[in-house]
C-alpha cells in the first residue's frame, strides 16, 4: 500500500511539473494555414483552403488571455460561359470568376480549459474586417470592396508534445460572421466556416 501511494505521489508531481513548464509563459503566439468556407453566400459558396492567420495574446490570469489577431482568405467560383442579358438590351457571352477577398483583425478573448501539454480552449474574436468582391471576365474585372464589423467563435486545442522547447501545434474550428455589405452584388453580409492548423509558442 506504500509503494502504491509513492508511485501515484511521483506520478503527481511529474505532471505538475509537465503542466508548470508549459504554463511558464504568460504569453502565447499562433499562426499557420486556414481552411475557409462561405456557406449560403450567393455571390461566391465556396469552400477553399487560400487562407492564413496570426494571433498573440496575453493571459491576464492561468486560464484567460487577451490578445489579438489578423487573417486572410480568398475564396473563388467559377462559371462557364453563357449569356448574360441586361437592362438596356446589350448582351455578353463570356465565363467568369467570383472571388471575395477578406482580411478581418482585432482582439480575442481566450479561456483555456486545461493547463499542461494539451490545451484545449474557447475563444471569441471581434474586430473590422475589409473585404474585396470581384467578378473577373475575359476582358475585364468588375471590383467592389468595403468595411465590415466581425464576430468569430471558435474552439480548439494547443498541443505541447516536446519538453525541451515551447514549440507546439494548433488545430481549431470556427465560424464567423462579418456585416459587409455590396447592393451590386446582392451581398448582405458574409458568413463563413472552417478549420485551421498552425504551430504555437
Known amino acids: 500500500m506504500r509503494r502504491i501511494i509513492y508511485i501515484l505521489a511521483a506520478a503527481m508531481i511529474f505532471f505538475a511539473v509537465d503542466a508548470n513548464a508549459q ?7 499562433n499562426g499557420g494555414w486556414q481552411f475557409n468556407g462561405t456557406p449560403g453566400n450567393s ?12 494571433e498573440a495574446g496575453y493571459y491576464v490570469t492561468p486560464m484567460f488571455a487577451v490578445g489579438g489577431f489578423a487573417s486572410f482568405n480568398t ?7 453563357q ?4 437592362a438596356d438590351k446589350s448582351a455578353l457571352t463570356t465565363d467568369l470568376d467570383k472571388s471575395i477577398y ?12 486545461l493547463r499542461g501539454i494539451f490545451q484545449p ?23 467592389k470592396d468595403n468595411w465590415g464589423f466581425y464576430i468569430s467563435p471558435e474552439v480548439g486545442m494547443t498541443f505541447f508534445p516536446f519538453e525541451t522547447t515551447d ?22 453580409g458574409i458568413n463563413n466556416l472552417g478549420f485551421k492548423l498552425g504551430i504555437a509558442f
Open 121 to 143: 480552449y474557447a475563444e471569441a474574436k471581434i474586430g473590422a474586417e475589409y473585404s474585396a468582391q470581384n467578378i473577373y471576365m475575359s476582358t475585364f474585372v468588375c471590383p
Open 167 to 188: 514549440l507546439g501545434f494548433q488545430v481549431a474550428a470556427y465560424y464567423s460572421y462579418a456585416s459587409n455589405q455590396n447592393s451590386t452584388f446582392d451581398i448582405k
Open 75 to 81: 475564396n473563388n467560383q467559377y462559371y462557364p460561359k
Open 43 to 54: 455571390f461566391a459558396e465556396t469552400a477553399q483552403g487560400y487562407g492564413a492567420y496570426l
Open 23 to 29: 504554463m511558464g509563459k504568460k504569453t502565447y503566439v
Open 83 to 86: 449569356t448574360y442579358t441586361f
Open 102 to 113: 477578406q482580411v478581418p483583425f482585432g482582439s480575442t478573448f481566450r479561456v483555456r480549459f
